[in-house]
């Protein structure tokens, strides 16, 4: 039975269209795309809970392979879906309403959460102002940026700084960590400090390289 409900449902008499079927075989910038400019009334609140919570999970498992699946395009299809899937919300709340527009619910949509994933503000601001052709936007958008990274970062850090720490990738951070504010300089330096001329010669670098457990000197 599968088969036949599955061809039901995704396939469509001549004249008819599946609205399942555009959200899930089309490609994600196509569908971002309609997200952003399609009628009010395209999708369901049904549709579009369905693909979110189905697609949220799908996102977050291939991230995690081996392959160039990206996070940046299917981050902004979850939260234009779940913008879209907001504005039929505050269209039963707020009835007959004109300020409620599906296309701009998934604009700021897409933006809190790309933001709230990744931590950007200013430059998302401004790449998203360049996609929309349209300036009236930035302000919304910053706004709703800034709220995204504030709540994400009183859960945990930014998606690619999690993927940094996690691949143990040798970055310096802005900030020192927590535990080690109050140390200071001369607490964790040796002295004398060992450091090379500006024209050394081979055997001085060969005999402290052999002689130190560090590879790091000043010139």
């Keep these: 039975n599968t088969p036949n409900t599955y061809f039901v449902t995704l396939h469509c008499p001549p004249g008819h269209h599946s609205v399942m079927a555009e959200l899930w075989f089309d490609t994600p910038e196509a569908i971002v795309k309609a997200l952003f400019h399609n009628d009010p009334n395209s999708w369901s609140a049904s549709t579009l809970a369905i693909f979110f919570v189905i697609y949220f999970i799908i996102s977050c498992w291939t991230f995690g392979l081996s392959v160039s699946g990206g996070i940046f ?4 299809l979850l939260g234009a879906a779940g913008g879209r899937l907001m504005s039929i919300g505050a269209r039963m709340i707020f009835q007959n309403s004109s300020w409620i527009s599906p296309s701009l619910f998934a604009l700021i949509g897409a933006a809190s959460m790309l933001g709230g994933v990744v931590r950007m503000t200013i430059s ?6 360049e996609a929309t052709g349209n300036i009236s936007f930035g302000i919304p958008i910053m706004l709703a940026l800034t709220v995204a990274k ?11 700084d999690l993927q940094i720490k996690f691949h143990e990738v040798p970055m310096l951070p802005w900030e020192p960590p927590s535990e080690h504010r109050d140390v200071l300089a001369p ?19 060969y005999s402290v390289l052999n002689e130190q457990c560090h590879n790091g000197f000043p010139v």
């Design 73 to 76: 395009i299917p981050t902004l």
């Design 124 to 129: 998302l601001t401004i790449i998203l102002i």
């Design 150 to 160: 504030w709540v994400g970062d009183l859960f945990t850090h930014g998606l690619y």
């Design 187 to 205: 607490q964790v330096m040796a002295t004398p400090v060992t450091c090379f001329r500006m024209k050394e010669k081979v055997g001085v670098i």
